[in-house]
């Protein structure tokens, strides 16, 4: 995984850097990851949450929605 950050263009390397520090950050505060940024972009794409808002998405401020709440994801 590591000779990943150092293949292909320094862009990429930018990007990686920058996945691994989000999905690390959601790990320490106690959060999954996956459920974690699938909730946060599904938010954010939607609308649901608004700029003032922003700071509710931070890992250790989450709260994942409830099901009843949150519409139907198409599998």
């Given at each position: 995984r590591k000779n990943a950050l150092f293949a292909g263009s320094d862009g990429?390397?930018?990007?990686w850097?920058?996945?691994?520090?989000?999905i690390q950050t959601a790990k320490l505060n106690g959060v999954d990851p996956q459920a974690w940024l699938t909730d946060v972009l599904e938010r954010v794409v939607s609308?649901?949450?608004k700029t003032a808002e922003l700071d509710t998405?931070?890992?250790?401020?989450?709260?994942?929605?409830?099901?009843?709440?949150?519409?139907?994801?198409?599998?």
């Open positions: 990429g390397a930018r990007h850097a920058i996945a691994m520090t989000l609308g649901r949450t998405l931070l890992p250790w401020n989450w709260k994942h929605s409830s099901p009843a709440t949150a519409p139907a994801i198409a599998a």
